[in-house]
């Protein structure tokens, strides 16, 4: 078990750039969860995949924001024409489906839009 | 809809003292409750879960919390605190149904002193 890994940890962006962070689940984990968190502020939820279906996503979640789960492994989230109210640490968590299940989280990805 | 409120943004206590960080929730189902700590640039730890059965949690470093469903609260506690017990710690609450998605209070920054 290695845990949930994310990449880049750190992202410097320009505004108008698009960005595109990784995340890798622990291996078992059926369920991917992407969260925003603004400083000051606990983590919100952006969106949840069982597999590679992608089965929630928050009003948060704007049409400039993609995320994929292409063959249930790992995610990607995609942010196109960044605005500096993007900045925030992009937090991705794994679970197993069960009754009583718990969410497990990476390092996140901390993006800064200039 | 469920929510989390952390009564204190800031709680400062000396080192070896006893703590509690507060936390109340509502929800209209029965929910699964959470406190996670977050080290400063790192990603979100478990610390104590409860998902059904005895109301007393036990977790890591120390921690424990009770969960009171009549008071809808689920206050964490250690009896004596650590300089490097220092961190953000969240409360979140989960369904046991439906909806996958955590939702978090704002935090409560723990800062111990010497």
């Known amino acids: 078990d290695t845990g949930v890994s994310q990449n880049p940890r750190h992202k410097i962006t320009k505004r108008g750039q698009n960005v595109t962070f990784r995340c890798d689940p622990i291996s078992e984990h059926n369920r991917l969860y992407w969260y925003r968190q603004t400083l000051g502020q606990g983590p919100e939820f952006l969106t949840y995949?069982?597999?590679?279906?992608?089965?929630?996503k928050s009003r948060l979640l704007s049409d400039r924001f993609s995320a994929e789960r292409p063959k249930g492994s790992f995610s990607t989230l995609e942010i196109q024409r960044t605005e500096q109210g993007d900045s925030a640490m992009y937090l991705c968590a794994s679970s197993f489906r069960s009754g009583q299940e718990t969410q497990y989280f990476g390092p996140g990805t901390r993006l800064l839009v200039l | 809809a469920q929510s989390v409120t952390q009564l204190d943004s800031q709680v400062p206590v000396f080192e070896e003292a006893p703590v509690e960080l507060r936390c109340n929730y509502s929800s209209s189902v029965s929910v699964y409750l959470f406190w996670y700590v977050q080290y400063p640039n790192q990603g979100l730890q478990l610390l104590l879960k409860?998902?059904?059965?005895?109301?007393l949690v036990k977790g890591i470093n120390g921690f424990e919390a009770e969960f009171n469903k009549s008071q809808t609260s689920f206050h964490l506690r250690k009896p004596s605190v650590h300089i490097s017990d220092t961190a953000e710690y969240f409360c979140?609450?989960?369904?046991?149904?439906?909806?996958?998605?955590?939702?978090f209070g704002s935090g409560t920054r723990l800062q111990v002193q010497p």
């Open positions: 995949f069982q597999n590679e279906a992608q089965l929630e």
């Open positions: 409860y998902l059904s059965g005895s109301t």
């Open positions: 979140a609450v989960g369904m046991d149904t439906g909806r996958r998605a955590l939702t």
